[in-house]
């Protein structure tokens, strides 16, 4: 049996923490699919997505996720080109066939680089921001 020591243990005993604790090739967000827990896609949106509900998801919408992902959805807010990884473009078919409850998940715990949703947002204020973004998806051609 050979035996290391000094530097080589070192690094073998480091490679081998980071693996498992997902250091080493840690995933690529922008590569990587978003994968939401089954609970929390199967949940239900408990605020109805009418006038109110959207205007109030719009005035969020603005104050928290609009700086990256743009006035429209698309990822091309202000901050977005400083961004390691470009923020997901909303108006996609990809972002609107989620669910209510995979948005709200999204928003409410983020992944890097997007902040998890403020703690001052309350349930129903993530919610209404899903409602807002729905309105996002492309109109149906005529």
């Not at 840690?26 to 990587?32: Q, R």
């Not at 699919?33 to 205007?55: F, L, M, Q």
């Not at 990822?75 to 997901?88: Q, R, S």
């Not at 709200?104 to 902040?115: C, D, I």
């Amino acid at each position: 049996m050979m035996r290391h020591s000094g530097p080589f243990m070192i690094f073998l005993t480091a490679t081998a923490f980071a693996g498992v604790v997902g250091i080493a090739g840690a995933a690529d967000p922008a590569k990587d699919e978003w994968k939401v827990p089954t609970y929390a896609a199967n949940k239900k949106n408990p605020v109805p997505a009418d006038d109110k509900s959207i205007a109030a998801g719009k005035e969020n919408y603005i104050t928290n996720c609009m700086a990256c992902h743009g006035a429209g959805g698309k990822g091309d807010g202000p901050a977005a080109p400083a961004l390691e990884h470009p923020p997901g473009d909303l108006t996609s078919a990809k972002a609107q066939e989620q669910s209510d409850g995979a948005i709200f998940w999204k928003v409410t715990t983020g992944r890097k680089p997007m902040p998890q949703a403020p703690k001052e947002l309350t349930e129903t204020q993530r919610w209404e921001i899903v409602n807002y973004v729905r309105t996002f998806a492309p109109k149906p051609a005529k």
